[in-house]
């Protein structure tokens, strides 16, 4: 079999967890590395966090490299509030690797060696702010072209926020990177937005099956993610009641997609930009129906699920 590769850039919080275990479960797949980037908590944990979930998966082979802390302008949000202080539910391990187990060499020069040396082979999944990848973009223009396709987790395209009245964490994060990826890059990029994750929420029966499979991963991740199902299961004002109808894993439905294409079974195919300038839209994603923009390369804005596969993924996760 011919194994698709695939390099991970992640904010690695409990959602990016999930979905780097789905890829190092699935037969197909081989991840040539995994670069870290600020978001759910500071880039400290999230190489921590990286390094702690490769060794529960028994796969610390895979080359982990600390990139960008701040955004492009130099701003940090952060989501402590869903994913706890440290990013993975505030249940530290004694045991846990330590950063000096994170290469050297920074993220950003990373992905452009490793996409040069498979040039035309390499999907990049993306499940954080963008600022790993879009630096990769300024530092050499060529990146992009070299990918054989983009997966983002982020952005919108019905205008609804979760962090701010417009705009998803994501893109939120550092819109300046999510504009210059949505805007500089060739490669086929297939985006799974924040409207598309809340449309196929998972009931808390499946969750409770998932992470009660009785196996180390499984027991991993009932620890990791009680802190999530308790602030969701708390919420009471507001808010979005995709959250309470069950259970949500953002970034696991673009690594579905990368592992196995069947997964969507439906796109809309537009031309995407990020609002920079709005005093309340900014870090909206603007899907250009019109065509006003003009773009030759337009994204595939995922729209439908195969729910079962997408379950069957998530179960192979923990086994």
Not at 3 to 16: A, E, I
Not at 19 to 30: G, I, L, Q, R, T
Request: include cysteine.
């Amino acid at each position: 079999m011919v194994k698709k590769l695939l390099l991970l850039d992640v904010d690695c919080g409990v959602d990016d967890a999930q979905a780097m275990m789905m890829a190092f479960a699935a037969p197909n797949v081989h991840i040539l590395g995994i670069t870290c980037t600020h978001g759910n908590t500071n880039i400290e944990n999230v190489c921590k966090n990286v390094l702690r979930v490769l060794k529960v998966c028994q796969k610390t082979e895979i080359p982990v490299y600390r990139g960008a802390g701040s955004s492009l302008l130099g701003n940090q949000l952060n989501a402590h509030h869903y994913h706890g202080e440290d990013g993975l539910g505030n249940v530290p391990d004694s045991d846990a690797p330590g950063l000096e187990h994170v290469k050297a060499e920074y993220a950003v020069n990373a992905l452009i060696r490793i996409t040069n040396e498979y040039a035309g082979q390499v999907s990049l999944v993306a499940t954080g702010p963008m600022t790993n990848v879009a630096l990769a973009f300024k530092m050499d223009p060529t990146f992009p072209s070299k990918l054989k396709y983009l997966y983002i987790m982020g952005g919108n395209m019905e205008g609804r926020g979760n962090v701010t009245i417009c705009s998803e964490f994501n893109f939120a994060a550092d819109p300046e990177a999510a504009y210059i990826v949505l805007n500089h890059f060739e490669c086929p990029m297939y985006i799974a937005t924040w409207e598309y994750c809340q449309r196929y929420v998972l009931p808390w029966e499946f969750f409770k099956e998932w992470v009660n499979q009785g196996t180390g991963k499984a027991c991993f991740m009932k620890k990791i993610t009680a802190h999530t199902v308790k602030f969701v299961k708390n919420m009471k004002v507001n808010t979005d009641e995709s959250f309470e109808a069950g259970f949500l894993s953002c970034d696991s439905f673009a690594m579905a997609a990368a592992i196995d294409e069947s997964v969507v079974t439906e796109y809309i195919h537009y031309g995407v930009s990020v609002e920079l300038q709005g005093s309340v839209t900014r870090g909206m994603m603007i899907v250009d129906t019109l065509n006003q923009l003009g773009k030759q390369n337009q994204a595939f804005i995922m729209t439908k699920c195969d729910v079962e596969k997408f379950k069957q993924l998530m179960m192979s996760a923990l086994k």
